[in-house]
């Protein structure tokens, strides 16, 4: 991937993926509650493939801003399986894990570009997944952690 317009296909594509993983999981969820918690994911993760599209057309531009914090909740997690009967803690636990990793994959590939609009748009990228993160930490920190 070496253009902005390459890279942007490609987190409009991760997106999609994240979407359908998540609807896919409301699919197989057994109890009603966890269904409408995971088409919630799946529906932020395609306001996120909608934003990256007004990006690619030029809509809005997506810099990177302000530092998001980290509550490296995440850090401290095993992985999980996501099953058809997986519980609210489990699907935090596996949507952190994924938007870590994202936000890894962009930060690597900003750091391996020079200067210039194509890194200003990785940083971007990550910055946003590292917010998508940071819901998910502070959702797991407020339902499960302060549960327990």
């Known amino acids: 991937m070496n253009s902005v317009d390459e890279i942007l296909d490609y987190a409009i594509d991760q997106e999609q ?3 359908d993983f998540y609807a896919d999981l ?5 109890k ?3 269904k409408e918690i995971l088409l919630d994911f799946a529906a932020e993760e395609q306001s996120h493939k909608q934003r990256l599209l007004a990006v690619k057309a030029g809509d809005h ?11 490296k909740i995440s850090d401290y997690l095993v992985e999980v399986g996501a099953s058809a009967n997986i519980s609210y803690q489990d699907a935090l636990i596996v949507a952190m894990k994924r938007e870590r ?3 890894q994959l962009y930060s690597d590939m900003a750091a391996k570009v020079p200067e210039g609009h194509l890194k200003e748009v ?3 990228l990550a910055k946003e997944e590292a917010k998508h993160k ?4 502070s959702e797991y920190d407020d339902r499960v952690l302060r549960d327990n």
């Open 101 to 103: 990793a994202a936000f």
């Open 122 to 124: 990785l940083q971007g």
């Open 61 to 71: 531009k997506l810099t990177p801003e302000q530092q998001v914090l980290d509550l």
């Open 26 to 30: 409301a699919g197989r969820a057994e």
């Open 17 to 19: 993926q994240a979407a």
């Open 134 to 137: 940071l819901f998910f930490e």
């Open 32 to 34: 009603a509650g966890m």
